[in-house]
């Protein structure tokens, strides 16, 4: 056993290296039960520096509908701290992002996104990076952003049927199916946890 320790530590400490490149690690939404169980995955992270509080669900893939991405939901808001713990605020416009992280081999250039029936949503470009090269070319990552209003989530949970998008690039479209069970999780965990002003 001794003569394979060296070559175990080399192994485990090449797979650090470039284990830490990849995607960040996520759930399947089909491994989420309900809403009420995508509600106690909701994390909300607190900025001392600039006073402010991040609120996001945990990365999530849905592995029926696009196996090449990955999303999370997200926000943030101002609270105050009290003698019991902060007192986190909402308003209905209030911004929420429905951050999308892609791996290519090509670049996809996206940029753009439509809800289904036709509506062109609110996007932001995050990032566009080369994660690593080989001999067999390079493997990419694309970050984007859809921009949605409280109100509007509010709106879609209402209706009780998720939703369904795509976003495009000059070489791709991706259609997306965000789950009803993985919003309305997020904006009872929002709710449950803010005070509307």
């Given at each position: 056993?001794?003569?394979?320790?060296?070559?175990?530590?080399?192994?485990?400490?090449l797979?650090?290296?470039?284990?830490?490149?990849?995607?960040?690690?996520?759930?399947?939404?089909?491994?989420?039960?309900?809403?009420?169980?995508?509600?106690?995955?909701?994390?909300?992270?607190?900025?001392?520096?600039e006073?402010?509080?991040?609120?996001?669900?945990?990365?999530?893939?849905?592995?029926?509908?696009?196996?090449?991405?990955?999303?999370?939901?997200?926000?943030?808001?101002?609270?105050r701290?009290?003698?019991?713990?902060?007192?986190?605020?909402?308003?209905?416009?209030?911004?929420?992002?429905?951050?999308?992280?892609?791996?290519?081999?090509?670049?996809?250039?996206?940029?753009?996104?439509?809800?289904?029936?036709?509506?062109?949503?609110?996007?932001?470009?995050?990032?566009?990076?080369?994660?690593?090269?080989?001999?067999?070319?390079?493997?990419?990552?694309?970050?984007?952003?859809?921009?949605?209003?409280?109100?509007?989530?509010?709106?879609?949970?209402?209706?009780?049927?998720?939703?369904?998008?795509?976003?495009?690039?000059?070489?791709?479209?991706?259609?997306?199916?965000?789950?009803?069970?993985?919003?309305?999780?997020?904006?009872?965990?929002?709710?449950?946890?803010?005070?509307?002003?």
């Amino acid at each position: 056993m001794r003569t394979y320790l060296p070559i175990l530590v080399i192994a485990s400490s090449l797979c650090l290296q470039s284990c830490a490149t990849g995607p960040p690690p996520y759930r399947k939404t089909a491994d989420i039960p309900s809403s009420d169980a995508l509600k106690q995955m909701v994390v909300f992270r607190h900025d001392p520096y600039e006073n402010s509080y991040k609120i996001e669900t945990p990365w999530l893939r849905d592995e029926n509908y696009s196996r090449r991405g990955q999303l999370l939901l997200r926000t943030w808001t101002a609270g105050r701290e009290l003698e019991t713990g902060h007192e986190l605020y909402r308003t209905k416009n209030m911004n929420v992002q429905i951050f999308l992280s892609f791996q290519f081999n090509d670049w996809q250039f996206l940029d753009r996104a439509y809800a289904w029936g036709g509506g062109k949503l609110k996007t932001s470009i995050i990032s566009r990076d080369v994660i690593r090269c080989g001999e067999f070319g390079c493997l990419l990552s694309e970050d984007i952003a859809i921009n949605l209003k409280l109100k509007e989530i509010e709106t879609i949970v209402l209706v009780g049927r998720g939703f369904k998008f795509k976003v495009s690039g000059n070489s791709s479209d991706i259609p997306i199916f965000l789950e009803h069970k993985v919003l309305k999780g997020f904006l009872d965990a929002l709710k449950e946890n803010t005070k509307e002003v």
